[in-house]
């Protein structure tokens, strides 16, 4: 499976961004996408997840009620709209497959993602 983040950029506090992933080759065998992002100096940490069958969404708390996560089947690809962005959320947002395993257990753990894209870089400024 193949993954191509894009859509980041600069935004100010307050404003949106919808991101996109873009997967390709083998994803009838994936069971979830997910997004997360990485700040300078810090850990990467879950943002949202959808499992391909049946559209299950998972977020983070600190993104709850300004993020939404959707996917397109047809076109294989998985959308982030962020919205009512703030300045912590300025990272490098990576997009990431699961084709192992299932549950939401794994889905917010990027441990158990096995495929992963390049990353796209979002800044907020106040």
């Known amino acids: 499976v193949q993954l191509q983040a894009s859509g980041g950029g600069l935004v100010q506090a307050g404003g949106s961004l919808r991101l996109s992933c873009a997967a390709s080759?083998?994803?009838?065998?994936?069971?979830?996408m997910g997004w997360f992002r990485q700040a300078p100096g810090k850990e990467r940490e879950f943002v949202a997840a959808i499992t391909w069958s049946g559209g299950m969404t998972y977020f983070a708390d600190s993104v709850k009620g300004r993020f939404t996560i959707s996917g397109d089947n047809a076109k294989n690809t998985v959308y982030l709209q962020m919205n009512s962005l703030k300045p912590e959320d300025t990272a490098v947002y990576l997009c990431?497959?699961?084709?192992?395993?299932?549950?939401?257990?794994?889905?917010?753990?990027?441990?158990?993602?096995?495929?992963w894209g390049q990353g796209t870089e979002v800044t907020v400024s106040s």
């Open positions: 990431a497959a699961d084709s192992v395993h299932s549950g939401s257990y794994y889905y917010t753990r990027p441990l158990y993602y096995d495929y």
């Open positions: 080759g083998r994803t009838f065998s994936t069971y979830a």
